[in-house]
T-cell receptor, first 113, second 111 residues
Framework: EPEVTQTPSHQVTQMGQEVILRCVPI?????FYWYRQILGQKVEFLVSFYNNEISEKSEIFDDQFSVERPDGSNFTLKIRSTKLEDSAMYFC???????????FGDGTRLSIL | DAKTTQPPSMDCAEGRAANLPCNHSTISGNEYVYWYRQIHSQGPQYIIHGLKNNETNEMASLIITEDRKSSTLILPHATLRDTAVYYC????????????FGKGITLSVRP
């Protein structure tokens, strides 16, 4: 199984601050995703990203969220002004091709104070 | 909401086969059945997927009924490390293919 690396493993931030979560890419992977899991709840889809643009996003992914993969570097999720309810595990997933399964990283635990 | 139905929990003895059922009666013809598991709070781990034929890999076997409305994940020799939440998901394997997770089934492997 391809390794999916996410940084940082744990992020503690004051409410209202910006955070950037990173997913280390594998060059031949084309499809990227972010999911989140609030403690004790289901894993929820946030956004999918293909060919350097968003292909689908959920209702959770509002104007406070953005993703980018500048110049083939890290795939990032930015939350502009964090809220208490953004506290969750955030998982990056990648897929090599259309018919391949998604593989997940071990996540970033985001704690908003 | 997730479109699959799984029992909330089950257990099995270490070394025995674990058979995890899933109902997906609303699956459409071009949707695959995927199984993932989540150990503690780690990221979901891919196990296996299939369309209509039974599949086997180094981790598990997937048995899909002929009408494709249900499937069973088989862990042939469960170990304590297989204790996890197992998710059954059906999804079109297209360009976007977001995964919709339900509550899954909690498998507890006892010594």
């Amino acid at each position: 199984e391809p390794e999916v690396t996410q940084t940082p493993s744990h992020q503690v931030t004051q409410m209202g601050q910006e955070v950037i979560l990173r997913c280390v890419p594998i060059s031949n992977h084309l499809y990227f995703y972010w999911y989140r899991q609030i403690l004790g709840q289901k894993v929820e889809f946030l956004v999918s990203f293909y060919n350097n643009e968003i292909s689908e996003k959920s209702e959770i992914f509002d104007d406070q969220f953005s993703v980018e993969r500048p110049d083939g570097s890290n795939f990032t999720l930015k939350i502009r002004s964090t809220k208490l309810e953004d506290s969750a595990m955030y998982f990056c997933a990648r897929r090599q091709g259309r018919w391949q399964p998604q593989h997940f990283g071990d996540g970033t635990r985001l704690s908003i104070l | 909401d997730a479109k699959t139905t799984q029992p909330p929990s089950m257990d099995c003895a270490e070394g025995r086969a674990a058979n995890l059922p899933c109902n997906h009666s609303t699956i459409s013809g071009n949707e695959y059945v995927y199984w993932y598991r989540q150990i503690h709070s780690q990221g979901p781990q891919y196990i296996i997927h299939g369309l209509k034929n039974n599949e086997t890999n180094e981790m598990a076997s997937l048995i899909i009924t002929e009408d494709r409305k249900s499937s069973t994940l088989i862990l042939p020799h469960a170990t304590l490390r297989d204790t996890a939440v197992y998710y059954c998901i059906h999804v079109y394997s297209g360009a976007n293919s977001k995964l919709t997770f339900g509550k899954g089934i909690t498998l507890s492997v006892r010594p």
